[in-house]
């Protein structure tokens, strides 16, 4: 019996007369696989409740941010007493101190660190950074960016050349409204190729500012790095005095609490953290080295403000799931319920008989519709989606809601119960058989 949901549906269509696409961010519409976005009414732990009284085993978690779950009782009271002393102040304050100490503990890459309001502020600004770096130190000329396919770095105009996240979701390769010149200075090329690296920083390495990229895309699906191909880069972008930027929004706190720079020891000169440090709220900070940081205005020339900047509700969510998560063997349990969910989700497709490629790096996960390895975006892209969209509407009505494009990643939190897993892999393997 199909779920009800005659609320979302007059829902959307109210909000398709007022928001483009009856949606504030397009990864939320189902486009891609057909049907009404849910409306959602309530969450708590690991579930979400729509406008019309269904709930659903959730691993979209707004997108990975609540790696502890909806509406931890803790983090709750703290927005709580922090929005009583007030939101928003336009001023320091201590919190902003203390996020950017626990942050800086867990990277330690990060010696200076700047609060922003979202991930795509964090990345445009850390390449501002670095390119202002250069140019304060007499290479004005080192202009370009390199960037991967498939990556997804914020909407910002200079990174929307082959992204991944909503781009790669809607089919949408180029964004009109971007000029030629705003991307004439970004190279992009296909991740996990550390000879396609190699070719261009040797041709162009003087004029090359910075490289930006996700450690594990996430933005695509779910893609690990091969083998050496992060040492790669780190060695190559050092003899060329390229400045290294780890977008780790998404895998900062979720592949391990150091990230995926701690997970595979690589040192990068820069960092973009978002989505878990703000237990919520909206939130980015970017970091590196002082020597680039003290760039940044008011020490220096590269300007760079926002209004909302460290506001205290945000830094004090931060900080409530920091704490949380540095409680004794948490990560040690979202690794178990993690590889439980992985090995499960990949013995129902098995025994399914359907052909799939799932891929894990702590926290998040995806399982690709291919009989071919994934690797890169020319490689993921070959998924069948039209399979993966009956999966998912099969899914969603078993009671799982998992993000509505074959590629973007899931993820596992806290709030995930072993009964929760159990119950979302006989749903996946339901969904499976009735979706052949």
């Not at 098995?350 to 799939?356: E, H, I, Q, R, Y």
């Amino acid at each position: 019996m199909n779920k009800i949901t005659t609320k979302s549906r007059e829902l959307h269509k109210l909000a398709c007369s007022l928001i483009p696409g009856g949606v504030n961010s397009p990864v939320r519409a189902f486009k891609a696989v057909g049907g009404n976005p849910l409306f959602i009414d309530h969450a708590k732990g690991s579930r979400i409740f729509d406008v019309d009284g269904n709930d659903y085993i959730d691993y979209v978690l707004s997108w990975g941010p609540l790696i502890i779950g909806h509406a931890h009782p803790e983090v709750v009271e703290t927005i709580k007493q922090t929005a009583e002393l007030g939101t928003s102040f336009g001023a320091p304050t201590l919190l902003e101190i203390k996020l950017a100490q626990e942050i800086k503990k867990a990277y330690p890459s990060m010696e200076m660190i700047r609060a922003v309001n979202s991930g795509t502020e964090a990345t445009m600004s850390a390449i501002r950074a670095a390119r202002g770096f250069h140019s304060i130190n007499g290479e004005k000329h080192r202009d370009k960016l390199i960037k991967f396919e498939g990556c997804y770095h914020g909407h910002c105009d200079g990174l929307l050349s082959k992204a991944g996240s909503g781009l790669a979701t809607l089919g949408i390769p180029e964004c009109p409204g971007v000029p030629e010149s705003y991307t004439a200075s970004t190279i992009t090329l296909p991740y996990n190729d550390l000879s396609a690296v190699a070719a261009v920083i040797k041709q162009e390495g003087k004029n090359i500012a910075a490289l930006i990229i996700e450690p594990v895309a996430g933005n695509m699906g779910c893609v690990p790095p091969k083998d050496g191909f992060l040492e790669g880069i780190r060695k190559i972008t050092k003899e060329y005095g390229i400045i290294l930027i780890f977008d780790e929004v998404m895998t900062g706190f979720r592949v391990s609490y150091g990230g995926a720079q701690a997970l595979y020891g690589i040192k990068p000169d820069m960092t973009c953290l978002g989505k878990v440090i703000g237990g919520g709220l909206p939130v980015g900070v970017y970091g590196g080295s002082s020597e680039i940081m003290s760039n940044i205005a008011p020490l220096g020339a590269v300007y760079q403000a926002g209004t909302l900047s460290g506001n205290p509700l945000a830094m004090a969510a931060g900080l409530k799931t920091l704490e949380i998560l540095n409680r004794p063997h948490t990560y040690e349990m979202l690794e178990q319920r993690s590889a439980m969910l992985y090995e499960g989700l990949k013995d129902a497709a098995k025994k399914a008989g359907v052909s799939t490629k799932s891929y894990r790096v702590g926290t998040m996960f995806c399982a690709y519709f291919t009989d071919s390895e994934v690797f890169d975006w020319d490689t993921a892209k070959k998924s069948d989606t039209k399979r993966f969209a009956r999966y998912f509407e099969m899914l969603l009505e078993n009671g799982v809601n998992i993000a509505p494009s074959q590629f973007e990643a899931g993820f596992m939190s806290t709030a995930h119960s072993e009964r929760d897993i159990e119950d979302t892999i006989k749903a996946s393997y339901e969904a499976l058989i009735k979706s052949s």
